[in-house]
């Protein structure tokens, strides 16, 4: 069982409050393609993805990425229980997707550094600590399924 | 690889970040141990508390060593081979793949709340090649 302090909690929710799921999905994604160009493999299907202006002007990479971390905040809402909000996710990622759960890690780690960028000094140390321990549990937990 | 490119705007960056080098190197060891507690099983002879002088000193050290870095990024192995001598039979810090990159992710962090959007994929990028480069370095005589 996660524990999550009373300060946690509260760094995770009143920041997510000011998060543009849209914007910062999108901005996450295209970092992910740009700073792990071995990620583009997953995205075949997505067209340009020749440079790093490409690949942040792609419609179907902001698509996507707004789709991800849409579903990331499901995690946000169900702190207690990220395991199981992610039990389907993880199968399909398994089993349908195939991705290396490495890419997860790589994934939260880059959302974290899209976050320090947005809110800059806003983004303590006690904030980074909380959402490094978030995007490794949801990480896990995307893994979680994986035979 | 480090592109051309890449170590033009790692310069660019570094250029920017004008006499902060000290605060900077605390307070990514700071976040560090606050992210990312296994870390501070090195350091069980410093006072860790925040803004404590050692954390500042070591800091200064850890990013001045980065700046050295940066000025011989065509021969980094050559550059931080002292370091690297040291990280392999003194300080023998589990390597790259797992404590390094724990720096590495909070100097990024670091940088990215003072730089804000001028921390571009680009750069982000660049950062993340170099970091990784400077960890392979300097683990490279681990055995």
């Known amino acids: ?147 | 690889m480090l592109t051309a490119e890449d170590k033009k705007l790692i310069q660019q960056i570094w250029g920017k970040l004008g006499g902060a080098e000290e605060d900077i190197g605390a307070e990514t060891l700071w976040r560090m141990f606050h992210s990312y507690p296994p870390t501070k099983t090195y350091f069980p002879h410093f006072d860790i508390s925040q803004g404590s002088d050692q954390i500042r000193g070591h800091g200064k050290k850890v990013v001045a060593a980065l700046g050295t870095a940066i000025k011989n990024m065509d021969n980094l192995s050559q550059a931080l081979s002292e370091l690297s001598n040291l990280h392999a039979y003194n300080l023998r810090v589990d390597p790259a793949r797992f404590s390094l990159q724990f720096l590495a992710q909070c100097l990024q962090v670091v940088l990215a709340t003072r730089l804000g959007k001028e921390y571009s994929p680009e750069v982000h990028s660049a950062v993340d090649k170099f970091m990784s480069a400077v960890a392979s370095v300097l683990a490279e005589k681990y055995r």
Request: aromatic share 10%; hydrophobic share 45%.
């Open chain 1, 1 to 147: 069982m996660v524990h999550w302090t009373a300060e946690e909690k509260q760094l995770i929710t009143s920041l997510w409050a000011k998060v543009n799921v849209e914007e910062c999905g999108a901005e996450a994604l295209a970092r992910l393609l740009i700073v792990y160009p071995w990620t583009q493999r997953f995205f075949a299907s997505f067209g340009n993805l020749s440079g790093a202006t490409a690949i942040i002007g792609n419609p179907k990479v902001q698509a996507h990425g707004k789709k991800v971390l849409t579903s990331f905040g499901e995690a946000v809402k169900n702190l207690d229980n990220i395991k199981n909000t992610f039990a389907q996710l993880s199968e399909l990622h398994c089993d349908k997707l195939h991705v290396d759960p490495e890419n997860f890690r790589l994934l939260g780690d880059i959302l974290v550094i899209v976050l320090a960028a947005h809110f800059t000094k806003d983004f303590t140390p006690a904030c980074q600590a909380t959402w490094q321990k978030l995007v490794g549990l949801v990480a896990h937990a995307l893994a979680h399924k994986y035979h």
